[in-house]
């Protein structure tokens, strides 16, 4: 709405003081002043008509009548919602109850609450599941259901039952194919590194126990270790390490032969 | 309209469990509180629905009544109202008036709408009489905005003055009166756009 003047009323006080003058309840002057502004303004004064014809249509409007069962229909649900808050709190009589219910009604208390988280949707899925990797486990494993009845519960036969079923685990594992070739690999390997005389080998041991002194295991490269050497001075691959052909003495050996 | 005295010992007895008495509080209020939600949400099945509700919680909340903050017939309108908004906030209802301050768009009439409510060919209170006014009031009604549909519910068709629906609506009596008039008004127009039609 536009706020103007309009013979000294502003249409803010005018829109107030509509509802008064629908009602009656404006009268003297500021009725005068009223009317003077609903007659001048070209924004109240069909605002005044259209809430008078608005009010006039309401006021026509009759009262419905509620449905027939609508009372019985509260007191039922209102009595049914709050049925607590009426009730006396009455303590009611204990019957006697024997030892025997007493613990069965203690297993009960204990059982209850395990009882009902079996009892949730989530828990049987994951039971579902469980049962289902299960039995498609014994299935791959050749385990059928009829072999169950035939299983004899004997310590012997268990033991039985236990070797047998480790001898048939070894021989399906040894008779892996990629095991086998890697088994024979590592035998080849084995028989190339070992020494040619086998039996020298098997004295060796005993001889090291016998002579602590022996070097022989020892690396080489401390046998051969060039003692007048230092071993930061430098040593040309060309250069002959030994003394050469030339410095060696001469020596002539005569051979006399005696003919008999 | 209530005797104070009368309410308050009503609601203490129903308090204290008395069946009686909230059966007597069901049977004075439920008419009105009816209307209401008829009035508000222009279904009867969802008056029904509504008036059971108010009623529930009313019975649920009657302890927290304190006669002395108010009416008892306004602490029910309040808790009535206040469960309209939240059924109309669940409907969506969308507005479907436009605002008397809207600026009228090529389509509307240039005539001024003063002219157009002058041109009716009889006064409104004729028309009302019959039933198929009624509903066509009625239909009209549902079509205003919430905010001014409850005013004039509370105010015409309920007769609370205006500090009441003020309490109600928590707003202040300057804007209660605004509403009124603005809910109305555009009743007004809506009305004689649909009686042009016709004619």
Known sequence: ?260 | MEDVQVVAMLVRRCIAGDAAAWEEIVQTYNRRIYNICYRFAGSGDDAEDLTQEVFIKMYRTLPSYDHTKGAFVTWVTTITRNLLVDHFRKTKQDRVTDSMDTVAGEHEDAQPLSEQIQDQSAPPDAHVRSREVSETVHAALAKLSPELREAVILRDLQDMDYREIASVLKVPEGTVKSRINRGRAELARLLQRTYRQVM
């Open chain 1, 1 to 260: 709405m536009p706020d103007q003047t309009s013979n000294g009323m502003h249409c803010n006080e005018f829109d107030l003081l509509i509802t008064d003058a629908l009602d009656g309840v404006l009268t003297g002057i500021a009725l005068e002043r009223f009317q003077a502004h609903a007659r001048s303004c070209r924004a109240c004064g069909p605002l005044l008509a259209e809430a008078e014809a608005g009010r006039n249509w309401l006021k026509g409007l009759i009262e419905v009548e509620p449905p027939a069962s609508l009372v019985a229909s509260i007191l039922a649900s209102t009595t049914g919602v709050d049925s607590q808050r009426l009730r006396v709190p009455v303590r009611a009589v204990q019957p006697r109850i024997s030892r025997l219910e007493h613990v069965q009604g203690s297993i009960s208390g204990f059982f209850e609450p395990i009882w009902g988280m079996v009892r949730q949707p989530r828990f049987a899925m994951s039971f579902g599941m469980a049962f289902f990797a299960l039995s498609v486990g014994l299935t791959v494993a050749g385990v059928k259901p009829t072999d169950l009845a035939q299983i004899s519960l004997r310590p012997a036969a268990i033991r039985l039952t236990y070797y047998r079923t480790q001898a048939r685990v070894v021989h399906y594992y040894e008779n892996v194919r990629i095991v086998y070739e890697v088994e024979s690999l590592a035998r080849q390997v084995k028989r190339n590194v070992e020494p040619a005389e086998p039996g020298l080998r098997n004295t060796r041991p005993a001889k090291q126990k016998d002579d602590k002194n022996d070097t022989t295991q020892q690396p080489e490269q401390k046998q051969e270790r060039n003692y007048s050497q230092s071993e930061s001075q430098v040593i040309l691959a060309a250069a002959p390490v030994g003394p050469s052909v030339n410095d060696l003495p001469v020596v002539s050996v005569t051979t006399y032969r005696r003919f008999v």
